[in-house]
């Protein structure tokens, strides 16, 4: 399916000409699972679709529809059985298990239960990713710098179970961003959050957008974040049903900063 033609002021809020952005193609892509009765559940059946460097596009559809699966296997997290994909210049379908490794250093993650290591430090946690590798960039620096970038930089020391669910998958926003990557895969990021908090989550996400230039694509069921994003891609039962233009896509980023920088947890939820 063609991606929609979109106009030329919601086109000036991608930063598409940023360094690093990655842009994605699937072609004819098809995942089947096999339940422990030997049942196959379709997950993906023949997607097809673009995706431009730096746009903000949410992935829609009932529980089931294959939201999940299709970021998983953008992220080289599961492999298709049918079809190609392309993120940037590699084909990850064409890759063996120790390139595809190695392609999700270029990945951020962001998952809807946060996944933080319990026994580690919210510094920590942002430094997990990049701790067996040698990077061009001061690790701790970096993961301070992003700490204050979801207004958390004085919760460094402190363990997930000491810090709410907003202040969680802040420092999980942090975390995907310490490999400076090229697309932020977000799956369901404010499923377990209150309104207020998962408002805040997203206001964050659309803001580091900007100012790091990655393409995100966010899979949810929530209304209100696919109205915030540039495209929305519909999926049932594994298909792609409709991919149009958002009518107002994300905000001005400078609308965000006083929202979210510094600022501290509205709930212990």
């Known amino acids: 399916m063609p991606r929609p033609a979109q106009g030329t002021e919601l086109g000036e809020t991608i930063a598409s000409d940023r360094a690093g952005a990655l842009a994605v193609t699937l072609s004819g892509v098809s995942k089947t699972y096999r339940s422990g009765v030997g049942i196959s559940v379709p997950a993906l059946d023949g997607v097809t679709l673009e995706v431009q460097a730096g746009e903000v596009v949410a ?28 993120v940037g210049d590699r084909e990850i379908t064409a890759l063996g298990d120790g390139e595809r490794a190695l392609f999700r250093r270029r990945v951020g993650f962001v998952f809807q ?9 919210s510094l920590d946690n942002v430094l997990a990713p990049i701790m067996p590798y040698r990077v061009e960039f001061d690790k701790v620096a970096r993961a301070r710098e992003l700490l204050g970038a979801v207004g958390l930089v004085e919760r460094s020391n402190d363990l997930p179970s000491h810090l ?5 998958q802040r420092v999980a926003l942090a975390r995907a961003l310490i490999n400076q990557p090229g697309i932020v895969l977000a799956d369901e990021p404010t499923g377990n959050l209150d309104s207020a908090n998962g408002t805040m989550v997203m206001d964050l996400l659309l803001r580091l957008r900007q100012e790091h230039g ?14 915030r994003c540039t495209r929305v891609l519909r999926l049932s039962d594994g298909r792609l049903v409709a991919d149009t233009a958002a009518e107002s896509g994300p905000p001005d980023p400078g609308q965000l900063n006083s929202q979210v920088e510094g600022q501290p947890s509205v709930d212990a939820g």
């Open 214 to 227: 990655f393409t995100l694509m966010i899979a949810t069921h929530d209304p209100g974040i696919t109205a």
């Open 113 to 121: 239960r946060f996944h933080l290591l319990p026994a580690l430090t």
């Open 164 to 168: 709410s669910g907003g202040e969680q």
């Open 59 to 86: 992935v829609s559809g009932p529980s089931g529809s294959g939201k999940s699966t299709l970021l998983h296997v953008i992220g080289a997290m599961d492999r298709p059985d049918q079809g190609s994909i392309q």
